[in-house]
């Protein structure tokens, strides 16, 4: 008996002996393939079989995102975190984590851990978490974590002084000033420090924070309340009325609670010892009085930096080298940036504005932002996207404003994108 095959689409047949064949696929190749075998005796008579073939994939390594591979706490504070992993073939996943010098590290389900560091630490500690897909597939990433001190940081680069009725989102190192009305602030997700006015303890207002109340720590300090997600500082001015901190998971009534002789955020009171948000979400009722017209006026220190956003009035100073990293609204900057030296972030692609000249100064208009900036002769730097910074400069020679590559101006024009 003799024995040959044909050829199959999608990889190589190898004819041994006594009917022993070896299908070999392509390289890559995953999916179905058939194999046509022919059996003769020698003597004319001769049979044909397909074979059906399937190629299955081979197991891949499940990957851990490189996101979130660092985070901050305060001390004594538990901290949790999510590792984020995914699979190629779709396999179940079991998470593993490896006790860190300073702390320990607990759970696992889903990815989901809680990092507590060791009593009275403060400084860097890390370890590995593993991730396993049953199949002999791992990955292995190390996690850093940063234990700060139980306090505020001391450093203050700016001043926000809100009018009534004020609704913004400010982040970094600053002092925020109120007012008797309502204001609504958003404290953006940054490392930062941002201490409010006694006139917030009048309650009626609303401050929001990134992330689910279980991803903050509070403490008391006297009749204010400090609140942390490890490295976003808040001092908050308490009262008996209470203002609305407003989580992604739902907002708690932050106010002092007379009955009992204690600061409360919702339903749970707190003291001197951090401790992390547990009370439920709770209804609030809105204020009256925000307006989306209604201004801040930021005053910038030297070297000072800010990220905001709103209807805002910047004012710089003498020596410059300020820091301006704008989200979204109606920004105004004052004739002090015109000395140059400074630093404006718009996290838009240059495409998405349009620039005219406004006098000796650049409105620059996208969907989200309204910026006037001053120019002068001796630039200020404008970063659009990242990587993308540009130099807006007088230009005496041609006696007109030049952003980048481009000049600038009466009409409107659509600024070019990055090559």
């Known amino acids: 008996m003799t024995y040959s095959a044909a050829e199959p689409l999608h990889g190589s047949i190898t004819v041994g002996n006594n009917g022993q064949l070896t299908y070999t696929p392509d390289n890559g190749y995953t999916g179905a393939d058939s194999v046509v075998v022919t059996v003769s005796d ?8 397909t074979y059906a073939v399937t190629v299955n994939a081979g197991n891949s390594a499940p990957v851990i995102a490189a996101t979130g591979l660092s985070f901050s706490t305060i001390l004594n504070a538990s901290k949790p975190f999510i590792v984020d992993a995914t699979d190629p073939n779709g396999d ?3 998470y593993s984590a490896a006790d860190p010098t300073h702390g320990t590290v607990s759970g696992g389900t889903n990815g989901q851990f809680v990092y507590t560091p060791d009593n009275g630490f403060t400084g860097t500690d890390s370890f590995t978490v593993t991730v396993s897909d049953g199949r002999g597939g791992t990955d292995v990433e190390t996690f850093t974590a940063t234990v700060l001190a139980n306090s505020l940081p001391s450093q203050r680069l700016f001043s926000l002084l809100a009018s009534g009725g004020f609704t913004g989102s400010v982040g970094g190192y600053g002092n925020i000033f109120g007012t008797s009305g309502s204001e609504e602030i958003t404290a953006l997700d940054r490392p930062g420090a941002l201490t409010l006015d006694p006139s917030f303890n009048k309650g009626g207002d609303v401050i929001r924070l990134s992330g689910d109340a279980g ?3 509070i403490f008391r300090s006297g009749s204010t309340a400090i609140l942390s997600d490890g490295d976003t500082f808040l001092e908050i001015p308490t009262g008996t009325s209470g203002m609305a901190i407003v989580f992604d998971d739902g907002a708690r009534v932050l106010r002092i609670d007379t009955q009992i002789g204690s600061l409360t955020i919702g339903s749970q009171a707190f003291g001197e010892q951090s401790v992390q948000i547990a009370a439920p979400a709770q209804s609030v009722t809105p204020p009256t009085g925000l307006s989306p017209e209604a201004f801040a006026s930021v005053l910038l220190q030297a070297d000072g930096e800010i990220s905001a956003g709103g209807v805002l009035n910047l004012f710089g100073t003498a ?3 300020e820091t301006v990293d704008l989200i979204s609204g109606d920004i105004d900057f004052d004739p002090s940036f015109n000395k140059g030296g400074d630093l404006v972030v718009l996290n838009t692609p240059a495409e998405n504005f349009q620039a005219k000249v406004a006098g000796s100064a650049v409105l620059l208009t996208s969907d989200d932002l309204n910026v006037t ?6 630039g200020i730097d404008i970063e659009f996207d990242t990587g993308d910074q540009r130099m807006m400069y007088i230009d005496r020679d041609v006696g007109l404003i030049v952003l980048g590559s481009q000049q600038i101006g009466i009409d409107p024009i659509v600024l070019a994108a990055v090559v």
């Not at 900036?373 to 001796?378: D, E, M, S």
Request: charged letters at 10%.
């Open 42 to 49: 020698g003597r004319g008579g001769s049979a044909t079989q």
């Open 319 to 321: 020596s410059g080298n």
């Open 373 to 378: 900036i001053p120019a002068g002769i001796v």
């Open 215 to 217: 991803d903050w720590q």
């Open 92 to 94: 179940n996943l079991t």
